[in-house]
């Protein structure tokens, strides 16, 4: 054998051993990293002030280890010196949980968040104490736990909390909440300056007139109900509206108008809303506050008192407008046996059908909402709706956008709304 031979066969020989120790030392730690006893904690520990908080939290993070298993914990001890002795535990998590992508408000939606462990530790509730503005620093220890086996991290980390002043997680509402303010600013001027923009027709409120001509005719009152729901509710707070519109056309026309209300703050509203629209018409001497009254605070005598003024006085029209529940059937088929021109309005889509085959007219959802500005076509409300129909509209676009967009695997369109 040469000398050349020879030196190609040691060096095959070294490399073979180097392979065979290298793959039998992988081998031996996977499968030592399985057993309780033998435990391999994280090559890094870092702590820092948790980011658009108040002040309140610091987040610790480390590489996975290869003992990470639901028999394994994680503990992490909690010190105000960085010499102490690290007694007082902060948190106790299974070694298999609490990764970087739990908070993609950080970390983003990388691939490789799990491979990280994640937690937030609030100092305060491991001291028990108010810890808001002290400007600690606090210090950490990482341990790796399995039966009675312990094995700590070599790094103390440290960090102190602080509170920060913008809430970057929140950016894409405040960018929405700027772009619709500018849409509804715009609105506004433009039906300043053009009194007269289109709004579409809704066949209900264009048969109030209808409605309130017969009513005066007839020398018949006219009988206003609400729903059941309290002030706070959109619905009440929309049927208002409308129950001032009707009020001043009433104080214009001269007829009477009867308003039942299950709810005493309900009632004190609405009679303040009558008195404004007659003082608005000039007819201050017309209202009478005896014709907005209480009737019944529950559903059922609720039902029956409204029922029986309907047939004892046969109003010659009748508006439901508001939230309501199973009484709708029973108003609206007594009010349609009296004869009288009935107009209903609500965003209660499961009694939209009892409205639509008993009532003359129904106001559907939205157009609830929608009745105040078109009744008065004050600019303010006229561009505020305006406004919320460009809005929806582009919200439709973006959905069909992202559908398609996500359709060809491109994501990153729904996660600019995510609300974290």
């Not at 619709?180 to 579409?200: C, E, Q, T, W």
């Not at 009020?247 to 039942?260: E, G, P, S, T, W």
């Not at 019944?296 to 029922?307: E, I, K, L, R, T």
């Not at 909402?369 to 809005?391: C, F, H, I, N, V």
């Amino acid at each position: 054998m040469s000398f050349s031979q020879t030196k190609t066969l040691i060096r095959k020989i070294v490399y073979c051993v180097i392979v065979t120790v290298f793959s039998t030392s992988l081998s031996f730690e996977a499968a030592f990293a399985r057993l309780p006893g033998f435990l391999i904690p994280p090559k890094d520990f870092s702590a820092f002030d948790t980011p658009n908080d108040a002040g309140e939290t610091i987040s610790l993070t480390w590489p996975a280890s290869p003992c990470d298993n639901p028999d394994a914990s994680y503990v992490i001890y909690i010190d105000k010196d960085e010499t102490g002795s690290f007694q007082k535990e902060a948190l106790r998590i299974k070694a298999n949980t609490h990764y970087r992508r739990g908070a993609p408000e950080i970390y983003g939606y990388k691939e490789g968040n799990g491979d990280y462990h994640y937690v937030q530790i609030n100092p305060s509730k491991a001291y028990e104490e108010d810890t808001h503005g002290k400007k600690q620093t606090y210090y950490f220890k990482l341990a790796i736990v399995a039966e009675d086996a312990e094995v700590y991290v070599n790094t103390i980390a440290s960090a102190s909390a602080r509170g920060n002043w913008l809430n970057t997680k929140k950016i894409n509402n405040f960018l929405i909440m700027f772009i619709f303010s500018g849409i509804v600013l715009y609105f506004i001027i433009h039906a300043r300056k053009n009194p007269d923009m289109f709004l579409r027709k809704i066949s209900g409120l264009e048969a109030v007139d209808e409605a309130l001509g017969r009513a005066t005719e007839m020398g018949k009152p006219v009988l206003f109900v609400h729903g059941l729901t309290p002030m706070g509710t959109i619905s009440t707070i929309a049927a208002t509206n409308i129950l001032g519109r009707i009020a001043r056309k009433i104080a214009d026309y001269d007829a009477i108008l009867k308003v039942v209300n299950s709810d005493p703050i309900v009632m004190s509203v609405s009679q303040e809303v009558v008195k404004e629209s007659y003082l608005e018409a000039g007819r201050p001497d017309a209202y009478n506050q005896d014709n907005v009254f209480l009737v019944a605070a529950d559903q059922f005598p609720y039902v029956a008192a409204v029922s029986g003024i309907m047939t004892r006085e046969k109003p010659a029209a009748n508006f439901f407008m508001g939230y309501f529940y199973a009484e709708a059937l029973l108003l609206a088929e007594t009010g349609a046996s009296t004869g009288a021109i009935q107009i209903a309005g609500t965003d209660a889509y499961t009694q939209l059908p009892f409205f639509i085959t008993t009532c003359d007219y129904t106001l559907i959802g939205e157009e609830l909402y929608a009745a105040s500005a078109y009744l008065s076509r004050e600019p303010m409300l006229m561009g505020t709706l305006k406004a919320q129909d460009m809005g929806k509209g582009i919200l439709i676009i973006i959905l069909m956008a992202g559908t398609i967009m996500a359709s060809f695997g491109l994501k990153f369109i729904t996660r600019l709304f995510d609300a974290f």
